[in-house]
């Protein structure tokens, strides 16, 4: 059974850091290209950052360049994103996502709030 397990979400203040976490299991992590998308309310879903278990290349939304840095471990099968220079347009639902040619999976999602 395919898990992604997400964790570290929460309140920050605008400035402030978080960190989430996300637990796989059930594929081939090095595989995969594993990231985390993010959904504020009312608006699409949209791409923050991924890496690609294999050679470990990233991506990055353009707003968060800078501040944000994904990092994966193979060995744990988990992927970290370090979130710092919070802004309050930051806030939504991340979700955990990994993927292979059209095979996707998704976690359950974490909120993040960012106050101002």
């Known amino acids: 059974e395919v898990q992604l397990v997400e964790s570290g979400g929460g309140l920050a203040q605008a400035g402030g850091s978080l960190r989430l976490s996300c637990a796989a299991s059930?594929?081939?992590?090095?595989?995969?290209?594993i990231g985390w998308f993010r959904q504020a309310p009312g608006k699409e879903r949209e791409g923050v950052s991924c890496i690609y278990g294999g050679d470990n290349t990233t991506y990055y939304k353009y707003s968060v360049k800078g501040r944000f840095t994904i990092s994966s471990d193979n060995t744990k099968s988990t992927v970290w994103l370090q979130m710092t220079g919070l802004k309050p347009e930051d806030t939504a639902v991340y979700y955990c996502y990994a993927g292979i040619s059209s095979t996707n999976y998704w976690g359950q999602g974490t909120q993040v709030t960012v106050a101002s």
């Open positions: 059930g594929f081939t992590f090095d595989d995969y290209t």
